[in-house]
């Protein structure tokens, strides 16, 4: 069955450093997404991508903060200063329609020094 | 604005028991969907069920049930014969309006620890 891939699976980055965590979405699915779970915690919607551009995006995702499908198969998430608070897992999620439900990948683990 | 309380934060049952996880969703759409994920220790996140709005039937799957009512904003999710591996973080979650591109309301999430 397809998956959505993300990669890394665990990344350390010391704070004020950019990272780009990375997503392949299933091949035809037309929608994605990006979750944060802080450690704990509940899983929180980021941003939503379709047609290459941003349909929705959350109270957390500031400027800081900045998405691109760069090619046609993958979805990256930038973060441009990171902070300690950015550290979470970060879940890449994707679907085909409007209609089906959204499939996640296993997640990034951030971690910010 | 949309919002999902699990007010459950951990449940323990010895294997063999059912068990229930409270869902309560609070929308001013009329079409919506609602989710349960199941979290387990590895992390990832699993997809069990959606409904939406328009349809309140209950639906069961082996062990699995949920009982969606409107009426009282509420969508439960029920494990009859638990075992250990339905150990896991269990959340309930929301999407307002027809689907397309909005992103899921998740709630806090239920604990849920099966013991042999």
């Known amino acids: 069955e397809p998956e959505v891939t993300q990669t890394p699976s665990h990344q350390v980055t010391q704070m004020g450093q950019e990272v780009i965590l990375r997503c392949v979405p299933i091949s035809n699915h037309l929608y994605f997404y990006w979750y944060r779970q802080i450690l704990g915690q509940k899983v929180e919607f980021l941003v939503s991508?379709?047609?290459?551009?941003?349909?929705?995006k959350s109270e957390i995702f500031d400027d800081q903060f900045s998405v691109e499908r760069p090619d046609g198969s993958n979805f990256t998430l930038k973060i441009r200063s990171t902070k300690l608070e950015d550290s979470a897992m970060y879940f890449c999620a994707s679907r085909e329609t409007g209609l089906e439900p959204q499939h996640f990948g296993d997640g990034t683990r951030l971690s910010i020094l | 604005a949309q919002k999902v309380t699990q007010a459950q934060t951990e449940i323990s049952v010895v294997e063999k028991e059912d068990v229930t996880l409270d869902c309560v969703y609070e929308?001013?759409?009329?079409?919506?969907?609602l989710f349960w994920y199941k979290q387990p220790p590895s992390g990832e996140l699993v997809f069990l069920i959606r409904?939406?709005?328009?349809?309140?039937q209950n639906e069961i799957s082996g062990r699995y049930s949920w009982n969606f009512q409107k009426s009282t904003s509420s969508f439960n999710f029920t494990i009859t014969a638990s075992q250990v591996v339905d150990s896991a973080v269990y959340f309930c979650?929301?999407?307002?309006?027809?689907?397309?591109?909005?992103?899921?309301?998740f709630g806090k999430g239920t604990h849920l620890i099966i013991q042999p």
């Open positions: 979650a929301l999407s307002e309006g027809g689907g397309g591109a909005d992103g899921l309301t």
């Open positions: 929308t001013r759409d009329t079409t919506y969907y």
């Open positions: 991508f379709y047609n290459n551009e941003i349909s929705e």
């Open positions: 409904r939406n709005s328009f349809d309140e």
